[in-house]
């Protein structure tokens, strides 16, 4: 893929950089603020796009606005956010077809890294599990009614996972993951969902409130 990355830390962006090259992929140019981020995106017509929220020049949500902008500009674009922190205020912003949330964290986990820009890439939504978790624990009580496996999969649903993919994770079948998906729904009072994107963003308002 073809890459325009944002970050306003040196050692970061360049490590970044580094860390895809190694993947295969091809940084297109790696920029330290939301300006110079439109102006990369415009130039290079990438693939996919990875920002930090917070960039010079008031370190706010230069990032996130810049992202918005790239999107509203091209919808299709696929963007991958980077955060220090938890904002969940972003993830009821961003959330889409080809959108990720992701805390910096997650970098040191390299293969998780890339395989969710690969899946924002893709046209998937993919949400960091420790935003996940912050939810999950935020919607305590409905979430009685489901079974301790049944939680399991909700969690991996709201990152964005496919039926395949939390299939490999919790060492079932599909038909199992399909299983569960429906009773969840079915407890939560959740219309069964055409698409996987539909589905994160159903499960998600959910466990926002």
């Not at 909700?154 to 993951?177: F, H, K, P, Q």
Request: aromatic fraction near 4%.
């Amino acid at each position: 893929m073809r890459v325009v990355l944002a970050e306003d830390s040196v050692l970061l962006r360049e490590g970044l950089a580094g860390l895809l090259e190694r993947f295969g992929h091809t940084v297109d140019a790696a920029v330290a603020d939301a300006p110079a981020l439109v102006a990369a995106v415009e130039e290079h017509a990438p693939d996919v796009v990875v920002t930090d929220v917070r960039m010079p020049p008031g370190f706010t949500d230069e990032g996130l606005r810049a992202a918005l902008t790239l999107r509203r500009a091209r919808p299709e674009l696929p963007v991958l956010i980077l955060s220090q922190y938890v904002q969940q205020a972003y993830v009821e912003e961003i959330m889409g077809p080809g959108v990720g949330y992701l805390l910096k964290d997650r970098i040191g986990h390299v293969t998780e890294f890339v395989d969710a820009l690969e899946r924002v890439a893709a046209g998937g939504t993919v949400v960091d599990p420790e935003v996940v978790r912050q939810l999950l624990a935020k919607r305590r009580d409905p979430l009685r009614r489901l079974t301790p496996r049944e939680r399991e999969v909700l969690a991996l649903v709201a990152e964005g996972r496919s039926n395949a993919a939390i299939a490999r994770a919790l060492v079932v079948t599909d038909a199992a993951v399909a299983k569960h998906i429906a009773g969840i729904l079915a407890k939560l009072d959740l219309p069964p969902a055409e698409d996987d994107h539909r589905r994160v963003l159903a499960v998600l308002a959910f466990l926002r409130g």
